[in-house]
């Protein structure tokens, strides 16, 4: 049949057609459909188009395929209804479908009918789409141009296939603009990623409605710049909103103070609004992207003393929360009480796999990953990162395995040579490189096998690694930064200094880095026992005007953060004594402090074990020791490497 559409033999191809349907009508394909329903438009056989269609199978007449073509048989004969019928009825509606309506529309010249259709629809278009909307407005009668309505449909037809210069110009030259022309110009700068063009449109509407004002707000939330938030703001508070009236407009205005990252505004007009899930949801993420996790906590707990219902996302916010704070206890009152139901859900179940590798449970991570029955590669990437941070390198390397090739890539890679890393696996990581194609050996893939062999003092290996990917770039700050803490552990003063030589003359204007690499220069001179040359370096490092990341440990106890070195803390005297009071006691059991841990020169009124007592993760350890009963798990969670002098402490404490 297709053989003889194409050679113009439509009539032959119809009747073939039909020889069949009288044999057996159920062997007719839908191929065979659209190919007789094609030469009755070809051939203007209308009639027999018809025939065919009221013959089909209600499954047929769902097909969109044959849909496309029904509608191109009933425009052709003039039945508009008929054509539009089809195209309003059908589960499936296609771009294809649409472009065969606008088009019988526009060559019967029936534009306003054709413009009203399309702003009904929300279709993806194409350049077919926008040649035949562009036709219409060409064959409208000049008197049609006058009428706000439909210009203002057909401006709502540019915007849709993407054409905005053309929508601009259109609505340029409307003479009398409403608001509703307007807030369909804004929404079209939105849709097309030019939200600033939105924003000042905005500020040429003399009395903008709820409507505008929602459009307006979101243009600042999606722009998400300090400019938007202030102007969002100015805007806002002009205005005399009645919180039971304009709950949406509330709501718009939250979302621009939560989007630009505005915490105090967004609490402020979070404690006055009718809150929902939504609302709940924002705020926990915003808390939880402030590093707030505890503030996420009691506003989960908030939410329900409200009667809400935490749905699938709040969990998982809350989860990433949890998480954040990494405490087992803590993850397991607050999860106790979730839906079970909720356990099928794939973003729960990798967030679950997450929490529990972070807080030592890697077994619930194994758990959660068997309940999956077809595991995507996040899955897969979360299972082993929970093995690799709890020391069971050789079980992240056998899920590492089982992952079928197609899912393979650059995440995926990257926890299995960190999880090599932790576990000091250093053939299998080697293996896993090695194995890497060269084109998908990324940046962060290299920077991780040269951590991998530079935490066991493989460093001629790391510079050769190094060397190899600087071949075909330009170098990497992280690489050098992992090769130099580990030199710095290694107390290998001068492949520090080479290795801060280099990220001094590649780097010379990142400010930040540089800072980070004097500490751990100044670290390795330090663990070596050149105290006056650290002394050197940190001033340099204190002269600079980036921030130093502060060693920080914090632990749960009782439901409850505690942060080491919090000043409001009511045990923070006792907590010094006790750190004291148990040094003494483990240097009796032969328990000696390493002054080569102390990375400054000591003040008059200073000790080494005063020092060493004032680290972070052992004020952790002693809090809780201080607690009645003493917990029977001890879980510390630190921003930064524990030193080897606690390293050692805690040994003997055990």
Sequence with gaps: MKKLSDNGQFKKAIDLYEDQVKKDKNQNTSLAVNQALKSCIDLDDIKRGKYIHENLSSTRKKNPFIQANLIRLYMKCGDYEKSKQIFIDSNNKTTNMLNNILKGLADNSRHEEALNLFKEIDIKTDEY?????????????????????????????????????????????????????????????????????????????????????????????????????????????????????????????LNIFIKCGDLKSAECLFNRIDRTIICYGSMMKLYNIKDQPEKTLELFQRMKQETLIPDEICYVLLIDALSKIGDLSLGQSFLCGMPKHFLSNSWIQVALIDIWGKVGSPDKSKEIFDMIEHPDRVAFGAMINAYGLNGMGLEAIESFNRIPSNMLDNVIYICALNACSHSALIGQAWEIFEKIPLNQRTEQIYTTMVDTISRVSLFDQALELIDEYEQSHNPSIPMYMSILSSARNAKNVSLSEKVFHCIESNFPNNESYLTSARILLANAYSLSGNKLTSSNVRVKVNQSSEKKVAGCSWTVVNGKRFRAHEKSNPYSSQIFKESTRLIDRLIKHGYKPDESWITRELNDCETVESVLCGHSERLAIVFNLLQRPIPTRIQIVQNLRICGDCRKWKNYLI
């Design 129 to 253: 789409t926008f040649k035949f909307g562009q036709l219409i407005l060409d064959r409208m009668p000049k008197e049609f141009h006058k009428n706000i309505v439909v210009i203002t449909a057909a401006l709502q037809m540019f915007i849709k296939c993407g054409d905005i210069s053309k929508a601009e110009e259109l609505f340029n030259a409307i003479e009398n603009k409403n608001l509703f022309t307007f807030s369909t110009m804004m929404n079209g700068f939105i849709l097309n990623k030019q939200e600033q063009r939105a924003i000042d449109l905005f500020f040429q509407i003399k009395k903008p409605s709820k409507a505008i004002l929602r459009i307006f707000f979101n243009a600042c939330a999606q722009l998400q710049t300090e400019n938007a938030l202030t102007v969002g703001k100015n805007v806002f508070d002009q205005l005399a909103i009645d919180s039971n009236e304009s709950k949406d407009v509330l709501n718009m205005a």
